[in-house]
């Protein structure tokens, strides 16, 4: 049974920082790109970062660009996102999601998290 199990979501103040965790089963999560989306309260999920099957490859989306670094560890089967200098508009539900082979896009990715709400407060 194929899991993607977010955590370390929470409250922080703004400025303050966050990782968050994304643990993998159910499937092979070397084999995948991985990537990280977040949707906020009334507004579509949208795309955040994404990492590459080895890790040597990321894209991130432009407003979290030098605050947030994606990363995973293969051998543990988890997906990390390290998330620096909050803002309020950084406030949203964020959910880790497999790709087999390729990035992707919103539309087409193989499996979901069910999310982890981050919330910062100005």
């Known amino acids: 049974q194929v899991q993607l199990v977010e955590s370390g979501g929470g409250w922080v103040q703004a400025g303050g920082s966050l990782r968050l965790s994304c643990a993998a089963s159910?499937?092979?999560?070397?084999?995948?790109?991985m990537s990280w989306f977040r949707q906020a309260p009334g507004k579509e999920r949208d795309f955040v970062a994404a990492?590459?099957?080895?890790?040597?490859?990321?894209r991130y989306k432009d407003s979290v660009k030098g605050r947030f670094t994606i990363s995973r560890d293969n051998a543990k089967n988890t997906l990390y996102l390290q998330m620096s200098t909050l803002k309020p508009e950084d406030t949203a539900v964020y959910y880790c999601?497999?790709?087999?082979?390729?990035?992707?896009?919103?539309?087409?990715?193989?499996?979901w998290g069910k999310g982890t709400l981050v919330t910062v407060s100005s």
């Open positions: 990492i590459s099957q080895r890790g040597g490859l990321t």
């Open positions: 159910g499937f092979t999560f070397s084999s995948y790109y």
């Open positions: 999601a497999a790709k087999s082979y390729s990035w992707g896009s919103i539309g087409d990715m193989n499996y």
